[in-house]
């Protein structure tokens, strides 16, 4: 099973500020990398899939990338409706596997 | 547009077995595969099972395998999910989640998710 951790767990950002989330694999990945949002009481959604590609209607503030075992989330300037939680998820192998979340939070 | 809707989810005691349901619409529903996703109140997100879109090859995690079946029915646009043996730890909200291909991909589309309880 490829193990994906997500760091930190809570990440305290300014609005306006950037964020950087980082997702580690435990084995190497192909470019099967994708990213979710959630927020509480909703299915999460679609950010990133392909390590990089932006979603539909996905702002071009959230951009994705790294490779092998290295993956990052960068917002680039945090609006209000961001601070949530954010997951990534590997489906390269089986079982597929997702991270423990990374919860933006305002500071 | 498509939409999920997820039922079949309740209160049932340690042992017992539900089916839980996902009515699909608005996409070629053979087309794709098809996930359960389930998240435990306060925790993150575990996927479930899995099963293609037409030659119907599943897979499961570890957790579930032996217990819990996924199925669908193309002729109504519906995916199921069979779950005998329930322990309290199965407790969750049960999403299920469409696929991009039709033997893998990310998850494009996601239902609100039904709850079942276990507990006596």
């Known amino acids: 099973e490829i193990v994906m951790t997500q760091s930190p767990a809570t990440l305290s950002v300014s609005p306006g500020e950037r964020a950087t989330l980082s997702c580690r694999a435990s084995?190497?990945?192909?470019?099967?990398l994708a990213w979710y949002r959630q927020k509480p009481g909703q299915p999460p959604s679609l950010l990133i899939y392909?390590?990089?590609t932006r979603a539909t209607g996905i702002p071009a503030r959230f951009s994705g990338s790294g490779s092998g075992t290295e993956f990052t989330l960068t917002i680039s300037s945090l609006q209000s409706e961001d601070f949530e939680v954010y997951y990534c998820?590997?489906?390269?192998?089986?079982?597929?596997?997702f991270g423990g979340g990374t919860k933006l939070e305002i500071k | 547009e498509v939409q999920l809707l997820e039922s079949g989810g309740g209160l049932v005691r340690p042992g017992g077995s539900l089916r839980l349901s996902c009515a699909a619409s608005g996409f070629t529903f053979s087309s794709y595969a098809m996930s359960w996703v389930r998240q435990a109140p306060g925790k993150g997100l575990e996927w479930v099972a899995d099963i293609s879109g037409n030659d119907f090859s599943t897979h499961y995690a570890d957790s579930v395998n032996g217990r819990f079946t996924i199925s669908r029915d193309n002729s109504k646009d519906t995916l199921y999910l069979q779950m005998n043996s329930l322990r309290a730890e199965d407790t969750a909200l049960y999403y299920c989640?469409?696929?991009?291909?039709?033997?893998?991909?990310?998850?494009?589309?996601w239902g609100q998710g039904t709850l079942v309880t276990v507990s006596s």
């Open positions: 998820q590997q489906y390269d192998n089986w079982p597929l596997t």
């Open positions: 989640a469409k696929r991009t291909g039709n033997y893998g991909g990310n998850f494009d589309y």
């Open positions: 084995q190497s990945l192909s470019s099967n």
């Open positions: 392909g390590a990089s």
